[in-house]
């Protein structure tokens, strides 16, 4: 049963360039959540995307979107890169509503230099 | 402003012995609370949660405490292991579809 799986594993980028991550949910889960992670911190509430809207969205700029796909699988987006968006970038995988125990993918880990 | 507070940021414990791990909220809107254990390199792993019609629920060596009129919960761990060693992260939702996180403590379970 495959997990929930994240591309790439480590990004290194400049300031003001656009990156895009990739997720495949945990297989028959059909919600997909990301979140931020900081050195230090718990991580934070980006957006969640359920057939193919973005249903619910956190305390995050307009720099930041996302896509799902058909397949249910996601993408997260991020243009003109900040010095701040370094950080960890989860996925998490859930089924239906409410969507508590999201299962989470391994992260990419995204410097901004 | 912190809604899910961890207020230890590490807790080392002998082997066999109990583990108790905090969590404070201050949202009194939150009606379910999740434990997440976290090892480098991996992605947080759902532990034991609760819903906030209860006050206590068990899983093996894992049982987790609410005590709303505190706004207060408590993840207990016995016996403790090597393996428990992890970074622990308490979440709350409160009928939306977002998780909100703590900062995390970090538990050292040593022989």
């Known amino acids: 049963d495959a997990g929930v799986t994240q591309s790439p594993t480590h990004l290194i980028k400049t300031r003001g360039q656009q990156v895009t991550l990739r997720c495949s949910p945990k297989?028959?889960?059909?919600?997909v959540s990301w979140y931020q992670q900081a050195l230090g911190q718990g991580p934070q509430f980006i957006f969640q995307y359920y057939e193919e809207e973005e249903r619910q969205r956190g305390n995050f700029p307009d720099r930041f979107s996302g896509h799902q796909f058909p397949n249910y699988s996601s993408e997260l987006n991020v243009n003109a890169l900040l010095l701040g968006d370094s950080a960890l970038y989860l996925c998490a995988s859930s089924l239906g509503r409410p969507t508590y125990e999201q299962y989470f993918g391994p992260g990419t880990r995204l410097t901004v230099t | 402003d912190q809604q899910v507070k961890q207020n230890s940021p590490s807790l080392s414990v002998q082997e066999g012995r109990i583990s108790i791990l905090n969590c404070d909220y201050t949202?009194?809107?939150?009606?379910?609370f999740l434990w997440y254990k976290k090892y480098p390199a991996e992605g947080p792993t759902f532990l034991i949660s609760i819903s906030s019609i209860k006050d206590k629920n068990e899983d093996g060596r894992f049982t987790v405490f609410l005590n709303k009129s505190a706004k207060h919960l408590s993840l207990h761990i016995v016996p403790s292991q090597p393996g428990d060693s992890a970074v622990y992260f308490c979440?709350?939702?409160?009928?939306?579809?977002?998780?909100?996180f703590g900062t995390g403590t970090r538990l050292q379970v040593f022989p």
């Open positions: 949202n009194s809107m939150f009606d379910y």
């Open positions: 297989s028959g889960h059909d919600t």
């Open positions: 979440a709350a939702s409160g009928g939306t579809d977002k998780l909100i």
